[in-house]
């Protein structure tokens, strides 16, 4: 088994794990959280959130993370930057936009180019985006072979 379908087992293992119930404590502690709380503890309870609402089956939800997440890496120093950019490119991969999570993978890659996390995750995406090029490619296809049929089928119908 390659390490891109073992990684991809990993984060369908994590989709399966995630539990309203984790999503209801970590909103708790979310709401007593002061929002200009950017210590050590708060940026621990925002991430927590964060990674358990990209786990979560609604878009909405799974877009909330994501702007969490943007918050922290926007308020957070040079030593958490590749951490969060990380968690980004991970919930871009559970909301099916593969090209913008790769997009985060390149930027973590771009400074530190043996970072194995980025460089595993980034190969699943890749093989996501390749997989949908094809599946996209196959339904031009078929539509414009419908469309054939149905034409030549009009005209011999006239």
Not at 66 to 84: Q, S, T, V
Not at 142 to 157: E, I, K, S
Request: with cysteine; glycine share 6%.
């Amino acid at each position: 088994m390659s390490a891109t379908q073992l990684l991809r087992e990993q984060f369908q293992l994590e989709l399966e794990l995630w539990s309203a119930h984790d999503q209801q404590l970590a909103q708790q502690e979310y709401q007593q959280l002061p929002s200009h709380d950017f210590t050590k503890d708060g940026v621990a309870v925002r991430l927590n959130y964060a990674t358990v609402l990209i786990r979560a089956p609604t878009r909405g939800d799974r877009k909330e993370g994501i702007r969490i997440l943007k918050d922290l890496l926007a308020k957070c120093g040079p030593e958490e930057r590749n951490l969060f950019l990380l968690y980004l490119a991970k919930a871009y991969y559970y909301d099916k936009n593969y090209l913008k999570g790769r997009r985060y993978c390149d930027l973590i890659l771009s400074e530190d180019d043996n970072h194995s996390q980025a460089l595993k995750l980034r190969s699943l995406l890749s093989t996501c985006v390749d997989s949908d090029g094809w599946i996209g490619v196959g339904v031009a296809g078929l539509v414009a072979v419908t469309t054939v049929a149905l034409g030549m089928w009009a005209l011999r119908r006239r």
